[in-house]
């Protein structure tokens, strides 16, 4: 909890500074670039996060973004045998499925229907060819994981040598398919890329606005509930879990949306578009705060990691949940690969995703997940994350060389580890 | 007394939450055996600890030869002749004998390293003649049993030129030969000058060796037996404040001719005689032997953690093919594993959350944990089993090791046990929640659970058992009824000698 206090005002003082620094970091459009970024590697740092907490690695993100970028734009250029087949398959779909929004205006109602026919409208031609294409890409996600999970639980090789084994082997298959060419997609299949990483979600920022405010207040009130519950059975205020999703969701909020932006200075209400990556970030987020905190199979994932032997004495299935680790860290990677492709338009088999495993691995690190297992929260990989974007930002702002970049952040996180350190012990000695 | 060698005065120390210590003193004369006894939470550990130079008090004074020394940190109690030999044996187990005892003060000059080795080689070599372990210097530590590697440490204490061998709980993990060979060398050192502080439960070991005792309770001291009056009865009473009638309570009742669980040719290693016995409804079947008899290993067969090479475990009659853990918990078949901080708890995790950990999967409601029945689950076991915490959402690491205990018992007890298998029940547990834990068997057995209690303390397995198997080297050595029963037939059983061969 400390740890977690402690980011959090680490995270709102650079943003504070940042602010202060420079107008140009204060406008509409520094702010939505931030939380472009931050959604794009948020979702990298929360699979590494819920991998890390079973205290499992995975080194090969990295190759697994480069791979899935590229054969996802292979299935879509209809390249491969497997491109080809995705292709075939989704001609010979019945009708009413290649042209959804047909069937579906007997059935639902008007507002709806002419909401839905401008989002799909937009694009042309079979519809369900890209998400089979995107389906695939998931797929090829899961089975990496699957392949990482199994070695590691059942052929027993540490997952540090299994995944940086992968970082070279899934490179190389990405390679090898590519025939080492740069993949892209030209002027194709511009409204899936409308669609999946259009610049501002088609959905409008007015409704994610609406849903984040529900989000918070939800949060809030089931907050002031245990509160309240604790306070009646006469025990100790509960600084749990609830507290530090609120205070997380909080603190995300205030980079994104620049409240203290320039608009808001001058007093106009200005409702920003929201950055497609963002929006999945929040949902994946939402998701994994309820599966990591809330549900049983979350304790497993906190119970391996901070006992394997223990948790397997208690009935849990081990080797199960660690393998569903890997999965769900290699199949977030597969869906950066397609929200890369989906903002690059193409796709470089030998460098896209390079180094990315490390920039995943640091988010969760920086954001309380412990490489021993057994700790770490989604709230804090959030947070994590987000120090992750605004430091370089705010190294440029400065005046910073902007070669040192690289150099300002592994500062960073050997800053907040060490200080981590020290806080502990002195919680130790003093408390 | 004559002027005492080492004495500590008025000792006082705090821990985040907990008066560990409160003017607490001790005196120990040369070439003296002082054992120190409390409840767990008493606080010996942590005076001991201050001893050694591994936390410093918050206030109080400690005098060696009457002159006060302040001694801040290993090292320096290690100068001044102090040495803290751990209940965990801290030794570097690929190295050899004679590394571990000169480790980090290796001879710097001279030669290559290979000569260096044979140089302290031959210089421990004298040592380890003296504490009659019978192996050479060059021995990997990985390979000596439990009970040698505790006489390396206590080699390395002797080679520090100590004075003051503080030994906790040194025989917690020893088999009864390798006890009495420790008393022999502390003997020897007894005669040698040199003192002895002895931690220990086992209040029987303290009545043969200790030339006087110090009670602590409550981070306070309760009280001093001079040799005349070291008696079992007498340190319980000092310890607990009160006489504690009816240690082991167990309250033989008919047991019940059904057959719970049925064990037959059971083997989990290559070359290893099969296994058979049966368990019935509402009885306390004691399982005795040496250390690395096996005793282990079957109960962690049955329970799914190692693999059934041969044999049939039947639950109720009906076959059960356990893979894991989890397919014996289904069947009601439960272990309380030997090493709770390893294998029964996870130490960060809160009273609660090791509580619930087994039965989640019942208290979830679409896949989420279930806050408030949850809770109802970890209150309800604290209750019952008088769980000392202030709290079920506080850390289990911060409870003493007979509330831990009681926590892993929580954890399974919570589900209604067909076959319950305790691994050392009791091992590293004060003698109050002993009494409770014993009181906790004889209720369960009376509800018809069928209780397998695996233990290396004799007096538990007389006490407790309604029938006792022994195990020797990887099978049944034989089977004791309660009218047979006595400590040297278990022993006979034990160390092979009663076998019709």
Redesign the interface.
């Known amino acids: 909890m400390k740890k977690f206090i402690g980011i959090s005002a680490f995270l709102l003082i650079i943003y504070a500074v940042l602010l202060a620094a420079d107008a140009g970091a204060r406008t509409e459009s520094n702010h939505f670039n931030l939380a472009r970024r931050i959604g794009m590697y948020g979702i990298l740092s929360l699979g590494a996060g819920m991998l890390i907490v079973t205290g499992g690695i995975d080194l090969s993100i990295g190759s697994v973004v480069g791979l899935s970028a590229t054969v996802f734009a292979m299935l879509l250029r209809g390249e491969t045998h497997m491109g080809q087949w995705v292709h075939r398959v989704a001609a010979r779909l019945p009708s009413w499925l290649r042209d959804g929004s047909a069937y579906l205006d007997k059935y639902l109602p008007d507002r709806l229907i002419s909401f839905l026919n401008r989002s799909i409208d937009r694009i042309d031609g079979p519809w369900l060819m890209p998400a089979l294409c995107v389906l695939s890409v998931l797929v090829l996600g899961v089975l990496v994981g699957w392949i990482n999970g199994m070695l590691v639980t059942k052929v027993r090789v540490q997952a540090f040598v299994v995944t940086l084994c992968g970082l070279f082997v899934y490179r190389g298959v990405s390679r090898w398919l590519a025939e080492d060419q740069v993949k892209g997609l030209g002027n194709a299949h511009e409204n899936l890329r409308d669609v999946l990483y259009r610049d501002t979600y088609p959905f409008g920022g007015r409704i994610f606005w609406i849903a984040l405010l529900a989000v918070l207040i939800l949060t809030l009130a089931l907050c002031a509930l245990r509160i309240v519950r604790a306070a009646r059975a006469g025990?100790?205020w509960?600084v749990g879990s609830t507290i530090a999703a609120v205070l997380a969701e909080a603190i995300s909020v205030l980079p994104v949306y620049g409240i203290v932006s320039e608009q808001f200075l001058d007093r106009r209400l200005v409702i920003f578009d929201v950055p497609t990556s963002f929006v999945f970030f929040f949902v994946i987020a939402l998701a994994a705060t309820?599966f990591l905190h809330?549900?049983?199979?979350g304790?497993?994932f906190?119970?391996i990691g901070?006992?394997e032997?223990?948790?397997?004495?208690?009935?849990?299935?081990t080797d199960r949940y660690k393998l569903l680790a890997y999965v769900l860290c290699s199949t977030l990677a597969a869906f950066y690969g397609i929200l890369f492709l989906m903002q690059e338009n193409s796709s470089q088999p030998s460098s896209t995703g390079n180094f990315l495993e490390l920039y995943a691995i640091a988010g969760a690190v920086l954001g309380g997940c412990s490489l021993r297992g057994?700790?770490g929260s989604v709230a804090g990989v959030i947070i994590g994350t987000s120090i992750f974007v605004l430091l370089p930002n705010l190294s440029t702002m400065l005046g910073i060389n902007p070669t040192l970049e690289y150099t300002v952040l592994g500062g960073a996180l050997l800053m907040g580890t060490i200080l981590d350190e020290v806080l502990r012990r002195f919680g130790k000695r003093s408390? | 007394m004559p002027l005492p060698l080492l004495e500590a005065r008025q000792i006082s120390k705090t821990f985040p939450g907990v008066q560990a210590l409160q003017d607490v003193g001790l005196r120990l004369g040369r070439g003296e055996v002082l054992a120190v006894v409390g409840e767990n939470g008493a606080g010996k550990s942590t005076l001991m600890k201050i001893l050694g130079g591994v936390y410093t008090p918050d206030s109080g004074t400690i005098h060696l030869d009457g002159k006060p020394v302040s001694i801040g940190d290993v090292d320096k109690a290690q100068k001044l002749g102090i040495v803290l030999i751990h209940q965990e044996l801290n030794l570097a187990e690929n190295l050899d004998i004679a590394g571990n005892i000169f480790l980090g003060r290796e001879p710097t000059w001279g030669g290559p390293l290979g000569i260096i080795r044979r140089r302290i080689a031959s210089d421990a070599e004298p040592i380890l003649r003296r504490l009659g372990l019978d192996r050479s210097p060059r021995t990997r530590v990985a390979d000596l049993p439990i009970g040698q590697q505790q006489l390396v440490e206590i080699a390395r204490a002797l080679s520090l030129k100590s004075r003051v061998i503080i030994m906790d709980e040194p025989t917690s993990s020893l088999t009864q030969r390798e006890t009495d060979r420790l008393y022999e060398v502390i003997a020897d050192l007894k005669r040698d000058g040199i003192s002895v502080v002895y931690i220990s439960h086992r209040l029987k070991e303290i009545e043969m060796i200790a030339d006087r005792v110090t009670v602590l309770r409550d981070g306070r001291n309760a009280g001093e037996l001079e040799r005349g009056e070291i008696r079992h009865e007498a340190m319980v009473r000092l310890m607990v404040g009160r006489a504690l009638k009816q240690f082991f309570q167990r309250n033989r009742a008919e047991v019940a001719p059904n057959t719970v669980l049925d064990i037959r040719g059971l083997r989990w290693a290559d070359g290893q005689q099969p296994i058979s016995f049966e368990l019935r409804a509402g009885e306390i079947v004691g399982m005795a032997g040496l250390i690395g008899a096996g005793r282990t290993e079957l109960a962690e067969t049955i329970f799914g953690i190692r693999k059934r090479l041969a044999g049939d475990v039947r639950i109720d009659g009906r076959p059960l093919r356990v893979r894991r853990p989890r397919e014996a918990i289904a069947a009601g078949v439960y272990l309380v594993p030997e090493d709770r901080r390893s294998q029964g708890l996870i130490l960060a995790d809160s009273v609660r959350g090791n509580i619930s950990l087994p039965s989640l999967q019942r208290l979830q409601r679409f896949h989420l944990v279930a806050g408030r029945r949850e809770n109802a689950l970890a209150e309800g076991q604290r209750t019952r089993l008088n769980i000392r915490t202030p709290d079920v959402g506080k850390s289990v690491g911060l409870l003493s090791g007979g509330n831990q205990q009681k926590v892993v018992l929580g954890k399974w007890l919570g589900r209604n046990p067909r076959v319950l298998i305790l691994d050392e029940p009791t091992r590293g547990v004060d003698v109050g929640a002993k009494a409770e834990i014993y009181a906790l068997m004889d209720e369960l057995a009376k509800s018809g659970v069928a209780v397998l209690m695996i233990s290396s303390d004799l007096e538990e397995i007389l006490g407790m058992s309604d029938r006792v198997l022994v195990m020797h080297e990887g099978h049944l050595a034989g089977e004791l009824s309660r009218a047979e029963l006595s400590e040297e037939a278990v022993m006979r059983l034990a160390t092979g000698v009663g076998e019709a061969a």
């Open positions: 025990r100790a509960p309820v809330f549900s049983i199979h304790r497993y906190f119970a901070a006992n032997k223990a948790a397997k004495y208690s009935g849990v299935e057994g700790e408390t």
